[in-house]
Nanobody, 117 residues
């Protein structure tokens, strides 16, 4: 059974930091690109960051570049998102996504990030 379980969300003040984690099971994690998406109320889901299967290549959405860092530990079947200098517009539900191609897409249940003073 495929599972992606996110954690680490919560309430943080503007300028603060959070680290999201996603633990995978039920598939060969090291074969998959991993992505973090987010969706704010009333907005479409957007890609925040991506990391290649081996971790050697990363990409970021323009709004988070320089503030967020994606990483992975294939030995722990985990992917992380370090979020620094958080802004109110970063508030959203953050989802972990495993991308093994069109027929192999898996999603977590999401973790809520709230940025407010």
């Amino acid at each position: 059974q495929v599972r992606l379980v996110e954690s680490g969300g919560g309430l943080v003040q503007p300028g603060g930091s959070l680290r999201l984690s996603c633990v995978a099971s039920g598939f060969t994690f090291s074969n998959y690109y991993m992505n973090w998406y987010r969706q704010a109320p009333g907005k479409e889901r957007e890609l925040v960051a991506s990391i290649s299967s081996g971790g050697g290549s990363t990409n970021y959405g323009g709004s988070v570049k320089g503030r967020f860092t994606i990483s992975r530990d294939n030995a722990k079947d985990s992917v992380y998102l370090q979020m620094n200098t958080l802004k109110p517009e970063d508030a959203a539900v953050y989802y972990c996504n495993a991308d093994g191609g069109p027929q192999f897409q898996y999603w977590g249940q999401g973790t809520v990030v709230t940025v407010s003073a």
